[in-house]
């Protein structure tokens, strides 16, 4: 019975580091996607101020310390396409956060259940003991 | 709010919310501070070409230093993105950033305020229950909860199901969550049975309306019995008289039956219980209605009516059914009509009937108090019995070795007859509580002969005297009393007895009924302990077939307590065998209880 216990005991280890990682996964999926939030709403933004500006105005675009003149356009075009870019992203991470979850919702379920066998032969070597 | 720890807990977070609220809004607050700055900067920069400033040189140092192209401005767009605009357009561009900020730091405030009022509520909620000590009341049901329901489970929702339907919960107990459909449909088919029987009631008023010339009259509590919940047919009377009401009761289903002896039953919880059941309708009980007939003059300024043929009938009918002898403490109360024909008097070998047992005696003892001022009954009674074919013959012969045994004999037998039905005797204990309401007569009977210092002395007296013409007189006496005047009407009677000797006189009676009450009470006591006394815990059930063994003040107090708690349960009333007020009381309000619990019985 000892035997069995530690075997249980492994397992229940086992689950246990699985569940974590998904866990951290999912932390980190969701962190993502604030990120990307966050960009989105900046590089709206962006846009708008682009539209309000005409010709007469330089754009320019920092790459490291450097500026470098950009076209109005260009600098438009750019910039909509990063905000595709970013929606695209969001609505990857949004599914496989989902996913996540749903793993991490088995993985509690397994956890769980390993608990009460863990626990069940605890009582009985208690009882035996 | 049950729980101080989650409130607090509850507190806490909003607490941490709106100081994060509040936080972000004085970040943004500053933030927007900073752009009105700017703004405002922005919109005198161009007024002059250049300006002569300390530049800043790292975070350290300044230079003295010049503004020289103060109209462009590189502005940040953000992401990297940068944008050189004229001093006006930055300016715009601030502005709008501004607008910006100033929408969150409004979406903040509103997140703040909805949040502050949820904490004001919850601490405001707490507050509130700490000051009314307001206490979350909770209830678990416990076995004895469990044991305490009615023997029978109480048919909750529909009239008619003959299996026992899910019990209901007593009052004691919790409300459980009942499952509405199911009340619904249950509801619905009551109702729909109500309305069956309301026509069939209209049908047999029709019926005796041609009967008879005089107009139904009830000098009896009237309660409508939620609409005749009792189901058709059945087996009570073929005489149509009656009440309508106890008709269909007795008509009704067994469950519905159970239904109301368990509603009846439930002394305290009476109207309650009812209209828990219920619902919205109200069920009230009611007594008997006298039958509709014609109006006899009891002698005592009151009038019965009483109906010859129906009475002939109904004797006919019984001594069809219980042909010949005793029944050894059975008898039929067919409706609550019959008992009034078991409280009839014995005026001079002729049966008259009483007054509405309700109204007779206000209501010390509705079942009690006269009839079972048992003195006069006693002598009656036993004549009566002896007279009758039926009945109480047995306790005669037990009896009868002395005044006491007369009187407890007469007792019994009017008790017997499930409350002094003087004709017929024939007691039906198996009768859905019926050995109940025997018994509980009976208990009724001790009460008024423990408890009862005028009963008690009536009771002695009269036997003293033995005196048939007084018990007869008595009883003539009795019927018109009103309550516990039984002094009164007895002293008028009877002779000498004065009540001071009560005292003694109730020692003697419950020393008689001591010893006797055991012997006799054996086949109705019996009855009533054999049948689970509805709602009655078993230990009252337990006394009664010890006590008739056992001289102990057992029966008297255990039926008595059992009468005066309506139901069974503490014998602390008349246990004591004080003669304290208080029993008169109980037996009063259970008699009435009793007498409904007759009444819905059927």
């Known amino acids: 019975m000892a035997g069995a216990e530690a075997a249980l005991q492994k397992k229940l280890k086992a689950e246990l580091e699985r569940y974590q990682g998904l866990q951290k996964e999912l932390s980190k999926c969701v962190a993502s996607r604030q990120k990307l939030e966050a960009q989105l709403t900046e590089n709206t933004i962006v846009k708008e101020e682009l539209d309000l500006l005409d010709d007469s105005n330089a754009v320019f675009k920092l790459m490291g310390p450097v500026l470098v003149k950009q076209d109005l356009t260009e600098a438009k075009s750019t910039v909509g396409k990063r905000l595709e870019y970013i929606t695209g992203e969001i609505k990857r991470c949004e599914s496989q956060m989902k996913e996540l979850e749903r793993r991490s919702d088995q993985e509690r379920e397994a956890l769980a259940k390993l608990q009460q066998d863990f626990q069940k032969a605890q009582l009985k070597a208690a009882a035996r003991t | ?602």
Not at chain 2, 119 to 125: D, H, I, K
Not at chain 2, 431 to 440: R, V, Y
Not at chain 2, 566 to 592: I, N, Q, T
């Open chain 2, 1 to 602: 709010m049950g729980d101080p720890g989650s409130v607090q807990r509850l507190q806490d977070e909003h607490t941490k919310v709106v100081s994060d609220c509040r936080a972000k809004i004085q970040h943004w607050e500053k933030v927007r501070m900073d752009y009105s700055v700017l703004r405002d900067r922005l919109s005198t920069l161009p007024d002059r070409l250049h300006y002569s400033i300390m530049v800043p040189m790292g975070p350290l140092a300044f230079m003295p230093g010049h503004l020289i192209k103060t109209n462009e401005v590189t502005v940040l767009l953000g992401d990297n993105w940068f944008a050189s605009l004229s001093a006006k357009q930055a300016e715009g561009i601030a502005e709008h950033r501004m607008q910006h900020v100033q929408k969150t730091i409004d979406d903040l405030g509103r997140a703040q305020g909805s949040i502050e009022s949820r904490q004001r509520f919850t601490s405001e909620l707490a507050g509130l229950d700490k000051e009314r000590g307001n206490m979350e009341i909770r209830e678990e049901l416990t076995e004895r909860d469990e044991q305490r329901k009615k023997g029978k489970p109480r048919v909750a929702h529909s009239p008619h199901s003959g299996s026992p339907a899910p019990p209901r919960e007593t009052p004691a107990a919790p409300p459980g969550p009942r499952h509405q459909q199911e009340d619904a449909e249950e509801l619905n088919r009551i109702w729909a049975r109500l309305d069956e029987l309301e026509r069939e009631e209209e049908a047999m008023d029709e019926v005796y309306r041609a009967e008879d010339s005089n107009p139904a009259d009830d000098d009896v509590v009237d309660g409508d019995i939620a609409d005749d919940n009792a189901g058709g047919g059945g087996d009570i009377l073929e005489d149509s008289e009656s009440n309508q009401i106890h008709r269909h009761l007795s008509v009704t289903t067994k469950s519905s039956k159970e239904e109301w002896e368990e509603a009846a039953l439930d002394g305290e919880g009476l109207g309650e219980d009812v209209t828990e059941w219920e619902g919205t309708p109200t069920i009230r009980f009611s007594h008997t209605t006298e039958p509709k007939k014609v109006r006899i003059d009891t002698g005592r300024n009151t009038t019965l009516k009483f109906s010859e043929r129906r009475e002939q009938q109904q004797q006919q009918h019984r001594r069809r059914r219980h042909s010949g002898g005793s029944n050894g403490g059975t008898t039929t109360l067919r409706s609550p009509a019959d008992i009034y024909r078991w409280f009839v008097d014995v005026a001079s070998g002729h049966r008259r009937p009483r007054k509405s047992i309700l109204k007779s005696r206000s209501h010390e003892d509705g079942l009690g108090s006269d009839e079972f001022s048992y003195g006069s009954h006693g002598g009656s009674s036993s004549n009566s019995y002896s007279g009758s074919s039926n009945g109480s013959s047995s306790y005669n012969g037990s009896s009868n070795g002395s005044i006491s045994d007369s009187i407890i004999s007469a007792i019994i037998a009017g008790s017997g007859g499930g409350g002094g039905c003087a004709g017929d005797g024939v007691f039906h204990p198996s009768e859905e509580g019926d050995g109940d309401t025997a018994g509980d007569i009976i208990g009724n009977i001790v009460g008024m002969i423990t408890g009862n210092n005028n009963v008690t002395s009536d009771v002695t007296s009269s036997s003293n005297n033995n005196n048939i013409d007084s018990t007869t007189a008595n009883s003539a006496a009795t019927n018109s009393t009103t309550n516990n005047n039984n002094n009164s009407t007895c002293e008028s009677s009877i002779t000498s007895r004065s009540p001071t000797t009560t005292d003694n006189s109730s020692e003697e009676v419950e020393e008689m009924s001591r010893c006797q009450l055991p012997d006799a009470f054996s086949g109705v006591v019996s009855e009533r302990s054999a049948r689970p006394s509805r709602g009655a815990p078993p230990s009252p059930g337990a006394p009664p077939p010890p006590s008739r063994g056992a001289p102990p003040p057992s029966p008297p107090p255990t039926a008595t307590a059992r009468h005066d708690d309506g139901r069974g349960g503490g014998a602390e009333a008349v246990g004591d065998g004080s003669h304290s007020g208080e029993p008169p009381a109980p037996p009063r309000r259970v008699s009435k209880f009793k007498a409904e619990r007759l009444a819905s019985m059927r």
